[in-house]
């Protein structure tokens, strides 16, 4: 299978990004428990305007993030391999199977408890970390498992998305709301109208992002909205498509620039007793297991059911120790996995900060079985 120039020019700029965030993510834990923890967390923590800075990044930032996980998500549907329903659907099971396992595990361990709202911990797939883990492998694993794990982290993405609006809301101020869906629907217009410029998104994008703020609707979403709202053209070039353009221009600063920020931002996890003590937890017990059991459990089974159904088949060179291999790639939960504890736990740091360490603990092991199954894995 030959890797189109558009999906080797994002997978190259994912790698990339998810060596900088390791390499972010150290940095913040060493700070974070040295002598200069105190001074670490209130530069986080200090106010810029009607926020902290910490806020601007995973409210304001991360927007930009999700409009390129919107536009991702566009060109797959458009162009990509979810263009052709019958390729679609087996990343969509594993997409599904890969949330539903994981969040069950939790589920299971923590119904009735206060730390029961973290069931969307586990659901989550980073596609950085998976990218990179997939690009030190080389040519051990099939180019089409590739394009396999990219389909199903960014379905993954969209359903935290979609749990994210649904469940991490609190009370929706109605008006706001009103006045975010009208902006979005008059943006709509403009693609409908066949408006070929960005600025006037762009701008209607921030007002449509400073009225879901308002409305008590994670921002994020935003982002999201605005995505499905830029045109998309699948025949015209690049320069021409505004959604190619932008999700071009996006790449680099969202891999080097607001991911890096976000890492420092949210993993400066206090590691002590008490937060080793929490490790046994069954708050953190079920993210581990939902990531590193659950995930792979849940994409195997799935994919498992499209086959057997009739529904899809496995790409050529695919084979199911692959998809094993690919599930516990996708318990790399890591950014989106942090994005949800924030939201999850708002105002428990004690949870939020236990479960930052599992997440990165399992993301860890997850990201190390499956590197090493998919390199036990025979090439022929």
């Known amino acids: 299978m030959k890797l189109t120039e558009t999906f080797t020019r994002f997978a190259r700029s994912e790698q990339f990004g998810g060596a900088l965030l390791v390499v972010c993510t150290i940095v913040s834990l060493t700070l974070a428990n040295s002598p200069a923890a105190g001074a670490w967390s209130a ?10 800075l910490e806020h601007w990044i995973n409210d304001a930032l991360m927007a930009i993030f999700f409009l390129l996980i919107g536009l991702e998500l566009e060109r797959e549907l458009y162009v990509g391999e979810l263009s052709k329903l019958r390729n679609a659907l087996l990343p969509a099971f594993a997409a599904v199977g890969g949330m539903i396992a994981p969040a069950l595990f939790h589920f299971a361990l923590n119904r009735g ?36 794990v990219v389909a199903f982290a960014v379905i993954d993405d969209l359903g ?21 869906l009208g902006t979005w629907a008059a943006l709509i217009a403009l693609n409908r109208l066949r408006v070929m410029r960005l600025a006037p998104y762009l701008v209607g994008g921030a007002f449509l992002w400073f009225c879901l703020l308002k409305a008590g609707i994670h921002a994020s979403i935003a982002g999201v909205l605005l995505a499905f709202a830029i045109p998309f053209s699948a025949r015209a070039p690049d320069t021409e498509s505004p959604s190619h353009r932008l999700e071009h221009w996006l790449h680099k600063p969202v891999a080097f620039g607001i991911l890096p920020l976000f890492a420092l931002a949210n993993t400066a996890v206090m590691i002590d007793h008490g937060a080793i003590a929490q490790l046994a937890s069954a708050n953190s017990l079920g993210i581990a297991l939902g990531l590193i059991v659950g995930k792979p459990l849940g994409v195997l089974l799935l994919c498992f059911v499209a086959v057997v159904c009739g529904a899809s088949s496995l790409p050529t060179g695919v084979r199911w120790t692959h998809i094993v291999g690919a599930g516990f790639l996708g318990g790399i939960g890591f950014t989106m996995s942090i994005f949800i504890t924030n939201l999850a736990f708002a105002g428990d740091d004690a949870s939020i900060n236990s479960s930052k360490l599992a997440v990165l603990i399992a993301s860890l092991v997850a990201g190390a079985l499956g590197f090493l199954w998919l390199r036990a894995v025979p090439n022929k």
Not at 115 to 142: E, K, W
Not at 171 to 180: H, N, R, S, T
């Open 43 to 52: 530069l986080w923590h200090a106010r810029l305007g009607p926020l902290s």
């Open 113 to 148: 408890t206060d730390t029961q709202a973290g069931f969307g911990i586990p659901m989550a797939t980073d596609i950085a970390f998976a990218l990179g883990v997939l690009a030190l492998l080389g040519a051990r694993v099939p180019a089409a498992l590739k394009v396999l």
């Open 160 to 180: 935290a998305i979609v749990l994210i609006a649904a469940v991490y809301t609190a009370e929706i101020a109605v008006p706001w709301l009103a006045l975010a």
